[in-house]
């Protein structure tokens, strides 16, 4: 295992997505939204103000400050929050240089100091809110915190079963721990499970990865040809499969 390990230090690590059932490609709203109320949160916070105090002064209902502390996103509009931003006296700053693409905006998000602290705080509210824990996991990996990431991850499929496609995630992180046996063995029970197709095909292709990282490309080539048969269209599957043979047909050439 050792030698593994180190191959994967030397190539990149598999790529880590949030979980994608709660999102949507083209859905720049959410974790903008989610930010705008980290910050109104954590100014509530540092004033020290209870729930009452607050919304006095944002001039809002107790409740509406309670869904705020409780992490409920989809009752809030970006106007409002920025409106209460304003209010608080904050400086709102966006990075546009990211680009525009939805994953740059979670990793801002993720990559924030406040973010694990943020949702440790959610958790504290509502100990079985599987969002949060799935959230502050991929805010764990994002910081290279892959035993933690593991551990959040494993909570939400505790309190709920249904979220067994978290362990595509987890295998993610298990990877970069160099712990392949457990990578593997999360993505065959997941596969095992004969999920729906999108998240099957997602198992493949992970499991895919995982091969061709430890150069099993025989391994490689089935995955992500099994990818292919569920998801015709699937660029990124068929990259990878022409990368594999490339570099087979460079290696016999050199022979």
């Known amino acids: ?16 997505s949030r979980a994608r059932q709660f999102r949507s490609a ?46 409920l996103t989809e009752k809030f509009t970006i106007d409002a929050l920025v409106h209460w931003i304003g209010l608080l006296g904050l400086e709102l700053k966006i990075d546009t240089k990211t680009g525009g693409k939805s994953q740059s905006l979670y990793e801002w ?11 440790t705080k959610l958790i504290a509210a509502d100990p079985v809110s599987t969002e949060s824990y799935w959230k502050r996991a991929y805010a764990h990996h994002q910081r290279g915190q892959y035993d933690l990431a593991i551990g959040d991850y494993t909570r939400a499929m505790e309190i ?49 990865t995982f091969h061709e990282l430890m150069s099993s490309n025989e391994e490689a080539i089935k995955d992500f040809s099994r990818v292919l048969q569920l998801e015709p269209n699937n660029s990124q599957a068929q990259q990878h499969l022409e990368n594999i043979r490339e570099k087979a047909e460079n290696q016999s050439d050199d022979e």
């Open 1 to 16: 295992m050792p030698r593994l390990k180190k191959t994967l230090d030397k190539r990149r690590k598999p790529s880590h």
């Open 26 to 71: 083209n859905d720049f709203v959410e974790p903008v939204r989610e930010l705008l109320m980290l910050r109104v949160s954590r100014e509530i916070d540092r004033r020290g103000w209870t729930q009452t105090q607050a919304a006095k002064f944002l001039g809002v209902t107790q409740p509406r400050i309670s869904d705020l502390t409780r992490g």
């Open 109 to 119: 998000l993720d990559a924030s100091e406040d973010a694990i602290p943020y949702y």
């Open 160 to 208: 709920d079963s249904k979220l067994q496609y978290l362990r595509i995630n987890r295998a993610q992180s298990y990877i970069c721990l160099g712990q392949f046996g457990a990578a593997f063995l999360d993505c065959d029970q997941l596969i095992a499970q004969c999920p729906d197709a999108a998240t099957l095909a997602s198992a493949y292709f992970h499991r895919g």
